[in-house]
């Protein structure tokens, strides 16, 4: 295999002949002499490419456990038992509980492995050491050597990924631990590069890594090669107890949701002293944890260390100093709470306490004005304050592990972006390191935007959120970064309401433009054409000429061979799209914006005919094949959750009208008249609508209708 660089030929020599079609192109030529040093204040084409390799071996390792029949006792048979109509979906459900048991392990080992490999530099972080840590934690701490000689298994590196991902919780807990040497050490990119097969994507460390994790952590290199079982200890007679991972393991009604196993929402595990372990247990008991290292060691509770904006502020000797708002929570326990709180949570009393009892106690608490006099001098709470509970809390609820979050759901929700990235495929592209330098210039303009416009939220594709990620795993490059150019440490998990999401998505791709004259988005599926399409139909009537970036962007946008496949091109970044709970005044919302979302997308598809291209098809679902069966996958788009179903009778337009898509409701608006049709079905769009409209209806009214008549049915 030819290894030398395009532009290392002598100048003047005449270029060889293009290769035979018996020759097919080097796939993994962009993998060759990756330079991943890793004192880089950003992230680096080599480093993205490195990445993209370790996201196709979690890719790889996700379809290996899911389709591994038997797997943890669970069998594919079980998906045709009782109702073998819905068998693909079930057998989906089936490969998504091997997945599910397999990182609740891995997230197990993890823990295990940052306990017995990860020694601390200093010890847990006491509140009065808060004001020198402020100045030393961040300071020249030696970071760990890691080698292909001690890397950890592929499925603890795969949780120490996402950990990574969360950036304030992994700088807090290695404050509060004593690890910020941990946190100094970036992913080693040169060692898992090179454990990492080019072809396969097989990771394959040495003899002495494996040794070396068996050695210390008492576990097996292979998960699969564990005890069957795991062990806990009872919290209330401290003796060790075995319990399954999972009892989803027979077929009779087989949903995956009913078990009792550690992995399972259900666990439940009865102790020959008459406690019951469950998961409400164990986190109960956490928090137990960690107000007694508060009372006798000086350790700040989780979710009380950082402040709003992610920094470690110095302690104030004023108790109701807003900078250390935060510590709030700290003083509340110390000064009297920790008396019922410990009784509460006593397993020798009951183990029965939930996190929802812990809640109500600690509400209580703050209703009592002379209680809180006695905390604060005064008896007014400050937001920072309200904010440091909520924070505190946030540590306890799903989770039971000695991290401030669930990792477990860290790895599970990073599949999403995982098969994203196996699906747009730059790393068999020819032009990956072009594609990756011209990625990171755009994730410096994002942050450009972040610095320039602090108070609004800005919203990633996919290309940026890849070199974003990137560089979170240089913990410490990424925490002077962010400090740098935004005054905050921009944390990447905050959840978002989805409406606010589109409208923040619109104004960033409007913003982008606006800064750089270049088209944001590089998607062209229907939502993103009618983003683009509110604030570019203006500038292509005022600017016609070839020579504007704009329209020389949206000319390449639109001629590029994946111009109709979605699932190939870099979307929205939607991992923090949370769904609100049912609000007249989110619904009004949403229902204006979804009108001005599908009056832009017709403008979009008017643009495409007269231009003489198709228009973007309007499909809210991907196809995916992430389990080696073929499934569709939800793509992001807003407002667009449901839609008709048509049975038997010719469809016309009806003209002058407008169909709005908004989660369980189809409307359709003629002028300032809307009927909405309630559809109880999921299913796609068959075509254009016809519809008695009924004089006098005002907007959002629901009306009835022989709709089955109309050949409309599930309403």
């Known amino acids: 295999m030819d290894k030398k660089s395009p532009n290392s030929q002598a100048q003047g020599q005449r270029p060889s002949p293009p290769p035979s079609y018996g020759n097919p192109p080097d796939l993994t030529k962009a993998f060759d002499n990756l330079n991943l040093t890793e004192n880089n204040p950003l992230p680096t084409p080599s480093q993205c490419i490195a990445h993209l390799k370790l996201l196709e071996s979690f890719f790889q390792l996700r379809k290996y456990v899911g389709t591994n029949d038997g797997l943890f006792g669970l069998k594919n048979d079980f998906a045709t038992t009782q109702a073998p109509t819905d068998s693909n979906e ?31 530099a200093s010890q847990m972080l006491q509140q009065t050491a808060i004001g020198s840590a402020s100045t030393t934690a961040f300071g020249p701490v030696p970071p760990l050597k ?42 080693p990119w040169e060692a898992i590069n090179a454990c990492i097969d080019n072809e396969s994507f097989a990771y394959t460390p040495t003899n002495a890594a494996t040794q070396l994790f068996e050695n210390k952590t008492g576990l097996a290199w292979d998960s699969l090669h564990d005890p069957p079982n795991m062990t806990l200890k ?10 399954p991972w999972t009892t989803c393991t027979a077929s009779y009604n087989w949903t995956g949701e009913e ?49 709003t904006d992610g920094l470690l502020e110095k302690t104030s000797n004023d108790r109701h100093s807003v900078a250390r708002g935060e510590d709030f929570p700290n003083r509340l326990i110390k000064l009297g709470l920790h008396t019922s709180l410990l009784e509460l949570t006593d397993a020798s009393r009951s183990s029965l306490v939930s996190v929802n009892d812990i809640r109500s106690e600690i ?10 006099r006695k905390v604060n001098g005064n008896n007014t709470l400050l937001r920072p304050e309200k904010i440091a509970i909520r924070r505190m809390m946030s540590r306890y609820w799903d989770n039971s592990s000695a991290f401030s979050l669930d990792l477990v759901g860290a790895v599970i929700r990073q599949g999403s972006f995982i098969e994203k990235m196996h699906s747009i495929d730059w790393i068999h592209s020819p032009a990956a390191t072009s594609t990756m330098s011209r990625l990171i210039t755009k994730y410096q303009r994002y942050f450009g935007i972040l610095g320039a416009h602090p ?28 400090i740098a150019q935004t005054a905050v440490f ?5 959840k978002i309401e989805e409406s606010k999401l589109s409208t923040a998505f619109e104004w960033t791709s409007k913003t982008y433009q606006k800064m750089y004259n270049q088209v944001y988005s590089e998607c062209t599926c229907w939502y993103c054409e009618a ?44 991992h923090n799209a949370i769904k609100p709970k049912d609000d007249p005044s989110t619904t009004t919302s949403s229902r204006y914006k979804a009108q001005q979302l599908e009056r832009n997308y017709q403008k979009a598809c008017q643009r495409s005919r007269k231009e003489g291209r198709t228009p973007p098809v309007r499909e809210d679902f991907v196809y995916s094949s992430a389990w080696g069966y073929p499934m569709y996958m939800n793509m992001y788009m807003p407002y667009y959750a449901l839609g008709l179903a048509r049975r038997g009778i010719a469809v016309k337009a009806l003209v002058g009208a407008e169909l709005l898509l908004e989660r369980a409701r189809v409307a359709l608006v003629l002028g300032d008249r809307q009927v909405v049709v309630v559809v109880e079905e999921e299913v796609g769009v068959a075509g254009d609508v016809v519809v008695e409209v009924v004089e006098g209806v005002g907007v959002g009214v629901e009306i009835e209708c022989d709709w089955e008549k109309l050949g409309w049915v599930g309403v």
């Open 259 to 307: 078990g009792t196993g550690f992995a399972d929402p259900k666990f439940h595990l009865s102790c020959s002293c008459g406690a019951i372990i469950d998961h409400d247990t164990l986190r109960v008991q956490k928090f137990r944890r960690d107000i007694q290292l508060l009372l006798k060691n000086d350790v700040s509770m989780p979710g009380t260390i950082l402040n």
């Open 490 to 494: 921009i944390d990447h998990d905050d």
């Open 146 to 187: 890691c080698t292909t000689d001690n890397l950890p298994p592929l499925d603890v590196l795969m949780v120490w990924h996402a950990y990574m991902l969360n950036p304030r919780d992994f700088l807090e807990d290695c404050l509060r631990y004593g690890k910020m040497n941990f946190w100094s050490t970036s992913i």
């Open 531 to 574: 983003v683009r399409e509110s604030h570019t139909s203006s500038i292509s009537r005022l600017f016609k000429s070839s020579k504007d970036p704009v329209a020389m962007d949206l000319q390449n946008l639109h001629s590029s061979p994946d111009v109709s496949n979605p699932n190939k091109t870099p979307h929205i970044s939607a």
């Open 234 to 243: 009872c919290p209330h007679c401290r003796t060790n107890k075995s319990c």
């Open 90 to 120: 079930k057998l989906i459900k089936i490969r998504e509980k091997r997945w599910a048991v397999y990182v609740t392990k891995a997230a197990m080992r993890f823990q295990t492995w940052w306990q017995t490999c990860i020694q601390p």
């Open 455 to 482: 108070k609004q939220v800005a919203v990633p594709t996919l290309d940026i959120d890849l070199a974003w990620h990137t560089h979170q795993l240089s913990a410490k490059a990424y925490y002077n970064y962010s």
């Open 363 to 372: 509400q209580r608490a703050l209703a009592d004005r002379k209680f809180i």
